[in-house]
């Protein structure tokens, strides 16, 4: 079976860095992606890790490792338009059978 | 961003009347996927296709059936709505041969009454 464990919220301030963490158990793991949802969109794709090791894109990083079956999105220099949720999602599968977590619902605050 | 419609965007419904969702895109991607969206449970999936005819359930299928007779176009039907089908329904595509994205239409707010 597939399952994703991260928390369900997290406040942090404008400027400040937030990592959001998110555990799985999957079996056939090819990868960890993270996505973003603002409420009431759909939501968008922000990182992909296949190797152990951080993935640098803009304020965001992303981070797996394998062994550990975890892995985090960092998100640097927070911007209010970040509040959002978070997605991660494992891929898995000869077909690219996708599972996602529950969310975690990040809130920025001045 | 990547050519995906949804349609219809809004539906209400009764109980026990078959409902069908459509996903149409224009990018030609291989992998096609319906999600629903319910508080706290974040998106969980339904059913998806890596291919023509090539559809396979996911982990919420009761009640749900899907059809892809054409690379564009991936049907989601509620072969008889309940009120528990009552959600926001997401259809996704990835390209798939080596690309992990997953790009993701406007949603259909379904309300089953």
């Known amino acids: 079976g597939q399952s994703l464990e991260q928390p369900s919220e997290v406040t942090a301030v404008e400027g400040a860095i937030v990592q959001i963490n998110c555990t799985y158990q999957?079996?056939?793991?090819?990868?960890l992606s993270w996505y973003q949802q603002h409420d009431g969109g759909a939501p968008t794709f922000l990182s992909y890790n296949a190797l152990d090791g951080l993935e640098e894109t803009g304020r965001f990083s992303s981070f797996l490792s394998r062994s550990d079956s975890y892995g985090y999105l960092l998100l640097q220099e927070l911007q209010m338009k970040d509040s959002a949720s978070y997605f991660c999602?494992?891929?898995?599968?000869?077909?690219?059978?996708?599972?996602f977590g529950i969310g975690t619902k990040l809130q920025v605050i001045p | 961003d990547a050519g995906i419609t949804q349609s219809p965007r809004h539906k209400v419904t009764e109980t026990g009347t078959p409902v069908t969702l459509r996903c149409h895109q224009t990018e030609n991607h291989r992998y096609m996927y319906w999600y629903r969206q319910d508080p706290g449970h974040g998106l969980r999936l339904i059913h998806y296709?890596?291919?023509?005819?090539?559809?396979d359930k996911g982990e919420v299928s009761d009640g749900y059936s899907v059809s892809r007779s054409k690379t564009e176009d991936f049907l989601l039907t509620l072969e008889s709505a309940t009120s528990s089908q009552t959600s926001v329904y997401f259809c996704?595509?990835?390209?798939?041969?080596?690309?992990?994205?997953?790009?993701f239409g406007p949603g259909t707010r379904l309300t089953v009454t």
């Open positions: 996704a595509i990835s390209p798939g041969q080596g690309s992990y994205e997953q790009y």
């Open positions: 296709s890596y291919g023509v005819k090539d559809t």
């Open positions: 999602a494992t891929l898995s599968g000869g077909y690219q059978k996708v599972t």
């Open positions: 999957t079996s056939g793991f090819y990868g």
